[in-house]
């Protein structure tokens, strides 16, 4: 964390003023340190002596009670942590939406969070433009799950949507795998295995997205979107919430713009809508610019996790 001091030089005495910090944008898992500015020494009455010590006491309070012990950290000494901690605990349950996940909003609101993965990888790579464009004229805010050989292959639209208001961009792991501590597999896609791929699959990508977007994501999506209970428990160490949904929109972009619109009529007030942005030969634009005019239609508006964040069930 920033430390923040400033010395100024008044009629010949010392008087030290408690300031704000730069806003450099940390969250809680991201270490930021900034080197001690140079402090005049000067001889002070033993009263100024007092009120530096006691500014210094109450300033350490308080950026210990903000700060979150990963801050001051290594990678190493992180899954270290991990593993002392995780290392030997077993695995009960694995699957999308065990306890610990989230799939909506806690609410009466017509309101719907609509979300949107990019899954990387050599069939996954691509860019539907004309569905994000869509999404941009219309104005409709989107929650965008993005996955790090995804951003490797497109960084250009990476930088673009990563600075668009209309667009949080959150995790989607950086090799798409299933968030697993023990390899076990989703859809023939093999799992994470042990702390360290664990924690390399989360926070490869949450630095990588972190250099896009100058905020570290507060939401996870594992490749599948499947996990185990202990890796919920390590995503809730590392300050991430697991987020899956509760309306299959595309079917993991295999769906038609028909079926799309029947999966769409299943939607509650606080709905979570998974939809692929990755795949651009397939109807997924068609259908969204179905679904869209169809919940306004019924009353719904449209809203980002990050909206309400405290609702998440």
């Given at each position: 964390?920033?430390?923040?001091?400033?010395?100024?030089?008044?009629?010949?005495?010392?008087?030290?003023?408690?300031?704000?910090?730069?806003?450099?944008?940390?969250?809680?898992?991201?270490?930021?340190?900034?080197?001690?500015?140079?402090?005049?020494?000067?001889?002070?009455?033993?009263?100024f002596q007092e009120e530096e010590e006691e500014v210094a006491?109450?300033?350490?309070?308080?950026?210990?009670?903000?700060?979150?012990?990963?801050?001051?950290?290594?990678?190493?000494?992180?899954?270290?942590?991990?593993?002392?901690?995780?290392?030997?605990?077993?695995?009960?349950?694995?699957?999308?939406?065990?306890?610990?996940?989230?799939?909506?909003?806690?609410?009466?609101?017509?309101?719907?969070?609509?979300?949107?993965?990019?899954?990387?990888?050599?069939?996954?790579?691509?860019?539907?433009?004309?569905?994000?464009?869509?999404?941009?004229?219309?104005?409709?805010?989107?929650?965008?799950?993005?996955?790090?050989?995804?951003?490797?292959?497109?960084?250009?639209?990476?930088?673009?949507?990563?600075?668009?208001?209309?667009?949080?961009?959150?995790?989607?792991?950086?090799?798409?795998?299933?968030?697993?501590?023990?390899?076990?597999?989703?859809?023939?896609?093999?799992?994470?295995?042990?702390?360290?791929?664990?924690?390399?699959?989360?926070?490869?990508?949450?630095?990588?997205?972190?250099?896009?977007?100058?905020?570290?994501?507060?939401?996870?999506?594992?490749?599948?979107?499947?996990?185990?209970?202990?890796?919920?428990?390590?995503?809730?160490?590392?300050?991430?919430?697991?987020?899956?949904?509760?309306?299959?929109?595309?079917?993991?972009?295999?769906?038609?713009?028909?079926?799309?619109?029947?999966?769409?009529?299943?939607?509650?007030?606080?709905?979570?809508?998974?939809?692929?942005?990755?795949?651009?030969?397939?109807?997924?634009?068609?259908?969204?610019?179905?679904?869209?005019?169809?919940?306004?239609?019924?009353?719904?508006?449209?809203?980002?996790?990050?909206?309400?964040?405290?609702?998440?069930?």
């Amino acid at each position: 964390m920033p430390i923040k001091r400033l010395t100024l030089i008044l009629s010949g005495l010392a008087v030290l003023f408690l300031t704000a910090g730069c806003d450099v944008k940390t969250e809680p898992t991201l270490s930021v340190e900034d080197p001690l500015e140079s402090v005049v020494e000067e001889e002070k009455p033993d009263i100024f002596q007092e009120e530096e010590e006691e500014v210094a006491s109450d300033l350490s309070a308080e950026e210990e009670e903000e700060m979150d012990p990963e801050d001051t950290m290594t990678e190493e000494e992180q899954i270290q942590l991990l593993k002392n901690t995780y290392g030997d605990r077993e695995v009960t349950v694995f699957g999308e939406n065990i306890d610990g996940v989230m799939t909506g909003i806690r609410t009466d609101e017509k309101i719907a969070a609509l979300t949107f993965d990019a899954c990387g990888g050599p069939h996954g790579s691509a860019f539907d433009e004309d569905l994000i464009t869509y999404l941009m004229e219309e104005r409709i805010p989107a929650t965008l799950f993005i996955n790090g050989r995804w951003i490797e292959e497109n960084r250009e639209t990476m930088e673009m949507l990563s600075q668009h208001e209309l667009f949080d961009i959150e995790n989607h792991g950086y090799g798409h795998k299933p968030l697993s501590m023990d390899g076990r597999s989703a859809y023939g896609i093999r799992g994470t295995e042990g702390i360290e791929e664990v924690f390399q699959e989360i926070m490869k990508n949450q630095q990588l997205i972190l250099s896009y977007t100058g905020r570290t994501p507060r939401y996870f999506r594992s490749g599948t979107a499947f996990y185990d209970d202990v890796t919920l428990e390590i995503l809730e160490e590392l300050n991430l919430k697991a987020v899956n949904y509760d309306v299959l929109g595309d079917a993991g972009a295999t769906f038609n713009k028909e079926q799309m619109v029947r999966s769409a009529r299943g939607v509650k007030p606080g709905s979570i809508f998974l939809y692929h942005m990755n795949h651009p030969s397939k109807e997924i634009a068609a259908g969204v610019k179905q679904v869209i005019p169809m919940l306004i239609g019924m009353g719904y508006d449209f809203v980002k996790l990050s909206d309400y964040d405290d609702y998440l069930k």
